[in-house]
């Protein structure tokens, strides 16, 4: 069975590494001293879908971080799962649940009718009410109420019960469920901006590169030191780096478009999200990976899909039960309770009153019914079968969620190892290309190299950089993964 989750891995982390993409230079202190400032958190954001709620949630303004008007990754993840339209249908069928529990319940209540009757007779009748023959039009008029309560039903109401108590706890684990795939792919989205924008910085640094060259280049030329064509060839880079930068806005706007639209937000404007240090979250992922034995092990006591599917077993076990319950007798205890008046259309006839005749025409009544089913079409026997089947189906339904579980865990925890040792490589190919290019620099500010000799080490240097970044953000998202199966939140800070 494919999950759900399983998209959202995939989601925004086929990160298609562009031709000329940048990187940090370390993984810890390198990334340290090269990221921005986190800014300040706002203090708690919107209020979560609790677990056993199910209420429909109204669209909420934005919250924005104080005096900065960016989002920290807790916010987005917060504000989605309140506005999320998928999780409120979802609510719907926490809330469907509840009434079939109670409906269940209810039914062990006896129920209570109450009547109303008037008859009217032409000529010679018995009175209702008091069984005496007379002649005349008369009227009757009675009133009654009456109650049944089941005594024994085949155990079938208990069954029920607990039946539809095992459903409402697989609907709140499946609305968990949804909301763990949204968080995830929202966690996706955001790092996706925080990849794109780390690229924009590293396409900035090249025109500022390009731009330092050009003014060199520029003085070279006067004192005579190199040709006018190095110059152009150099001012050429500079409009592909410009080029390169306008692409990457480009691409962040629609990074920061698709994430703002996970959120459903009522506008985009002005959206964006807050940068935080990931130097010692990339360091703390590269010691934390733990073997994939121990994660599927935590994992089957966290996840929600998981604990779904074990509900939905419980509730079929106790189905069967109930269908069974039709083997059994029942007993049904009734009663009754009546009186009424008539009244005469004739002059000069006596008649009681209406007070003193309710009094003497009350009737009251208790009866207890035994129901033993003998032959019913073979009903109950074909339906205990579809519950049996029912049973099987759970049961395999389960298996294939363990089996599908432990299979990503497994793909999960290699991509991660793969990742963590494609960083490592990376960081040290970024290490290289830069001192390479650091002392094509130096020979051509001295003349000693040619615009297309520096021009090669810094496409070089670019290219190790990117696949730096890619790399980084790859290797945090595939250990976010673990952490999700392992049920820790997913942070960034």
């Known amino acids: ?65 104080q005096g900065t008007g960016k989002w920290t990754l807790k916010q987005c993840v917060d504000y989605a799962v309140e506005n999320n339209i998928d999780l409120r249908q979802q609510s719907l069928n926490v809330k469907s649940a509840e009434i079939d529990l109670s409906t269940s319940k209810n039914s062990r209540l006896p129920n209570l009718n109450g009547n109303i009757g008037q008859d009217f007779n ?26 049944s309560v089941p005594l024994f039903t085949g155990f079938r109401i208990s069954n029920q019960i607990k039946a539809d108590e095992l459903n409402l706890q697989a609907a709140v684990e499946g609305l968990k469920k949804a909301k763990e795939n949204l968080e995830l792919q929202v966690v996706s989205l955001y790092l996706d901006v925080l990849f794109k924008k780390e690229i924009l910085k590293a396409y900035k640094d090249q025109v500022s590169y390009s731009s330092q060259q050009v003014e060199r280049t520029q003085l070279l030329l006067e004192a005579g030191k190199v040709p006018s064509s190095q110059l152009y060839d150099i001012k050429a880079q500079l409009a592909k780096d410009e080029l390169n930068v306008t692409m990457a806005n480009n691409d962040l706007d629609l990074s920061l478009l698709n994430l703002s639209q996970s959120l459903n937000l009522p506008t985009t404007k002005d959206f ?53 319950s039709g083997y059994y007798p029942t007993l049904d205890m009734t009663m009754r309770y009546g009186t009424g008046f008539d009244r005469i259309y004739k002059k000069g006839v006596d008649q009681e009153s209406i007070s003193k005749q309710l009094s003497q025409n009350q009737t009251k009544y208790i009866g207890f019914s035994l129901n033993i089913p003998i032959f019913n079409r073979f009903q109950t026997r074909n339906q205990v079968r579809s519950a049996r089947l029912s049973i099987e189906n759970q049961t395999l339904a389960l298996d294939n969620v363990k089996l599908a579980l432990y299979k990503e865990i497994q793909q999960a925890y290699q991509s991660a190892v793969a990742a963590q040792a494609k960083y490592g490589s990376t960081d040290k190919a970024y290490d290289a290309a830069e001192e390479s290019f650091k002392y094509a620099q130096e020979r051509y500010e001295i003349g000693k190299s040619t615009v297309f000799e520096f021009n090669e080490a810094k496409t070089k240097l670019l290219t190790s950089r990117s696949e730096q970044i890619q790399a980084k953000y790859d290797f945090l998202f595939r250990s976010k993964i673990l952490d999700f199966y392992q049920g820790k939140p997913i942070h960034l800070e």
Do not use: W
């Open 1 to 65: 069975m494919k999950k759900t989750i399983t998209l959202c891995v995939l989601l925004s982390f086929c990160f298609t590494i562009q031709a000329q993409t940048v990187r940090k230079r370390t993984y810890v202190e390198k990334a340290e001293s090269r990221s921005e400032k986190t800014l300040d958190e706002t203090a708690d954001s919107t209020k979560i879908l609790g677990e056993h709620s199910a209420e429909s949630v109204q669209v909420k303004t934005p919250l924005f971080s």
């Open 272 to 324: 964006d999200i807050e940068e935080p240090n990931l130097g010692d979250v990339v360091y703390d992922n590269i010691s934390s990976i733990i073997p994939p034995d121990q994660v599927y092990t935590m994992a089957l006591e966290t996840k929600p899909h998981v604990k779904e599917a074990q509900y939905k077993l419980g509730s079929s076990q106790k189905l069967l039960k109930v269908a069974q």
């Open 122 to 147: 032409f000529g010679r009748s018995i009175r209702t009410t008091t069984n005496a023959v007379g002649t005349g039009n008369t009227g009757s008029t009675s009133f009654g109420i009456s109650t």
